[in-house]
């Protein structure tokens, strides 16, 4: 379990992440609660900049990809640690920028990107933005033109690689909504409409082949094709590729069914990657372009625990058990969207064997909100707290207010010490926006 140093159980028998005891934190903060590990998520960041710093000279950047996890302290740690961010929203920009992060480091993705948002985007000064429609590619231009700049952008290709993952995060075959395909010629039409266009400098391509992928061959693979049609562009239309984007999507532990990488070990993956590019550019004798990477899941996944007390527990002889906890689909939608696998424990008896297999459900009224079914625990008792590790990424990020329970807050860890970097929420805040007109009064 502690093969990133970030868990371990300590001498009662509690469990701990980055140093504090969960069940320490439980009574501090309250449930369900998701907790930070920091330590693991700059230990991340690191590893991913020195290896483009000692493996490819430092032409690159990393991105973080903060979908994963957006608030004004990821951006700040992002920011601290030298690396730039991409996001794909004006909320996500906004938050960026209340932190205080350059918005040169800033890529602005999203598959239809609003009028609004492309508009904010030019107001802050974004970097790049990765054009994903021939209307984005319009509107940027008439953007840019209005302000009298020059905006670069990317060009979000679709490398036509399937990567092994999960069918529902795939996004890089060739029926997706996301990328120009380069095998139907869309990919070479999109090139030649964006470098005829005044207001945008093309700076080259982006791919994001999925996520949760373990097969380093599969990033290769986009890399060969990408290099591929780089080399017939610049032999088509004079077009040298400065930036090449490889996207994220690399692997976590979730379960003892995925592979357990330690932080070092995803320099593997760079590595792979940065060869492919050497090597397709020897190839080609194309000039090396700028790398970029997007790693979200894999930097804050396994940083993320979240903690909740168990309420009502129901057996159904024969059948199964369920043991309620006071989170849910509103806080960690990931099961009933993908069927994603956790592992569980109980933080205040994690030195106990496991004795039985529970569903571990939710307080949401609907029949499907569960954090998962087939979870390994000791007969848990009402009162208990239950850590669900690895729920750094796609978790907060993706919780809702649904049957109006709060979004939990999250802590972060550091030395054994939790501070809020996003505070609880508050019964006046679920009513904040609702609006009750004089005539229903
Ligand atoms: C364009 C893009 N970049 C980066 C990522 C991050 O992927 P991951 O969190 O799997 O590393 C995603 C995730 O969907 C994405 O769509």
């Given at each position: 379990?502690?093969?990133?140093?970030?868990?371990?159980?300590?001498?009662?028998?509690?469990?701990?992440?980055?140093?504090?005891?969960?069940?320490?934190?439980?009574?501090?903060?309250?449930?369900?609660?998701?907790?930070?590990?920091?330590?693991?998520?700059?230990?991340?960041?690191?590893?991913?900049?020195?290896?483009?710093?000692?493996?490819?000279?430092?032409?690159?950047?990393?991105?973080?990809?903060?979908?994963?996890?957006?608030?004004?302290?990821?951006?700040?740690?992002?920011?601290?640690?030298?690396?730039?961010?991409?996001?794909?929203?004006?909320?996500?920009?906004?938050?960026?920028?209340?932190?205080?992060?350059?918005?040169?480091?800033?890529?602005?993705?999203?598959?239809?990107?609003?009028?609004?948002?492309?508009?904010?985007?030019?107001?802050?000064?974004?970097?790049?933005?990765?054009?994903?429609?021939?209307?984005?590619?319009?509107?940027?231009?008439?953007?840019?033109?209005?302000?009298?700049?020059?905006?670069?952008?990317?060009?979000?290709?679709?490398?036509?690689?399937?990567?092994?993952?999960?069918?529902?995060?795939?996004?890089?075959?060739?029926?997706?909504?996301?990328?120009?395909?380069?095998?139907?010629?869309?990919?070479?039409?999109?090139?030649?409409?964006?470098?005829?266009?005044?207001?945008?400098?093309?700076?080259?391509?982006?791919?994001?082949?999925?996520?949760?992928?373990?097969?380093?061959?599969?990033?290769?693979?986009?890399?060969?094709?990408?290099?591929?049609?780089?080399?017939?562009?610049?032999?088509?239309?004079?077009?040298?590729?400065?930036?090449l984007n490889m996207g994220g999507g690399f692997g976590v532990w979730y379960t003892d069914a995925d592979a357990k990488i330690p932080a070092e070990g995803y320099r593997d993956y760079?590595?792979?990657?940065?060869?492919?590019?050497?090597?397709?550019?020897?190839?080609?004798?194309?000039?090396?372009?700028?790398?970029?990477?997007?790693?979200?899941?894999?930097?804050?996944?396994?940083?993320?625990?979240?903690?909740?007390?168990?309420?009502?527990?129901?057996?159904?002889?024969?059948?199964?058990?369920?043991?309620?906890?006071?989170?849910?689909?509103?806080?960690?939608?990931?099961?009933?969207?993908?069927?994603?696998?956790?592992?569980?424990?109980?933080?205040?008896?994690?030195?106990?064997?496991?004795?039985?297999?529970?569903?571990?459900?939710?307080?949401?009224?609907?029949?499907?909100?569960?954090i998962g079914d087939d979870f390994n625990l000791p007969a848990a008792n009402t009162g208990d707290i239950v850590a669900v590790l690895t729920t750094g990424a796609y978790n907060y990020?993706?919780?809702?207010?649904?049957?109006?329970?709060?979004?939990?807050?999250?802590?972060?860890?550091?030395?054994?010490?939790?501070?809020?970097?996003?505070?609880?929420?508050?019964?006046?805040?679920?009513?904040?926006?609702?609006?009750?007109?004089?005539?229903?009064?």
């Amino acid at each position: 379990m502690n093969f990133r140093n970030t868990l371990k159980i300590n001498e009662k028998g509690h469990l701990e992440i980055g140093g504090a005891d969960c069940v320490e934190l439980a009574k501090q903060f309250g449930t369900p609660l998701y907790v930070y590990d920091e330590a693991h998520i700059r230990n991340m960041m690191r590893v991913y900049r020195e290896t483009i710093e000692e493996e490819y000279a430092g032409r690159g950047l990393v991105l973080y990809a903060s979908k994963a996890f957006s608030c004004e302290a990821m951006y700040a740690i992002a920011k601290s640690e030298g690396i730039g961010a991409d996001v794909v929203s004006g909320g996500e920009l906004y938050t960026a920028m209340q932190a205080g992060f350059p918005a040169r480091d800033i890529y602005m993705h999203g598959n239809n990107k609003l009028p609004q948002e492309i508009s904010y985007a030019l107001d802050c000064g974004v970097g790049t933005i990765v054009v994903d429609a021939y209307s984005e590619a319009d509107l940027i231009e008439a953007e840019a033109q209005r302000r009298g700049v020059i905006q670069n952008v990317l060009l979000r290709i679709n490398p036509g690689v399937e990567a092994h993952t999960h069918a529902y995060v795939q996004t890089a075959t060739p029926d997706s909504k996301f990328g120009f395909s380069i095998q139907d010629g869309a990919a070479e039409q999109i090139t030649r409409y964006v470098l005829a266009r005044k207001h945008l400098r093309l700076m080259g391509y982006h791919c994001h082949i999925g996520s949760q992928i373990f097969e380093k061959q599969s990033f290769v693979l986009a890399v060969e094709k990408c290099l591929k049609f780089m080399a017939e562009m610049r032999q088509k239309l004079n077009f040298e590729t400065e930036e090449l984007n490889m996207g994220g999507g690399f692997g976590v532990w979730y379960t003892d069914a995925d592979a357990k990488i330690p932080a070092e070990g995803y320099r593997d993956y760079l590595s792979a990657l940065i060869a492919a590019v050497k090597k397709g550019c020897a190839d080609y004798n194309l000039r090396l372009p700028r790398i970029l990477i997007e790693p979200g899941r894999s930097i804050v996944a396994e940083a993320g625990v979240t903690l909740y007390t168990v309420g009502a527990i129901r057996e159904i002889p024969g059948l199964r058990k369920y043991v309620a906890i006071d989170g849910g689909m509103f806080e960690n939608p990931r099961f009933c969207l993908y069927r994603s696998k956790y592992t569980a424990l109980l933080a205040n008896r994690a030195a106990e064997p496991c004795t039985e297999r529970v569903s571990l459900a939710g307080k949401c009224c609907e029949s499907g909100d569960l954090i998962g079914d087939d979870f390994n625990l000791p007969a848990a008792n009402t009162g208990d707290i239950v850590a669900v590790l690895t729920t750094g990424a796609y978790n907060y990020s993706m919780a809702s207010n649904y049957n109006r329970n709060f979004i939990p807050p999250a802590v972060l860890v550091k030395d054994g010490k939790a501070e809020y970097i996003v505070k609880p929420q508050t019964y006046e805040d679920l009513v904040r926006n609702d609006v009750l007109p004089a005539r229903l009064k």
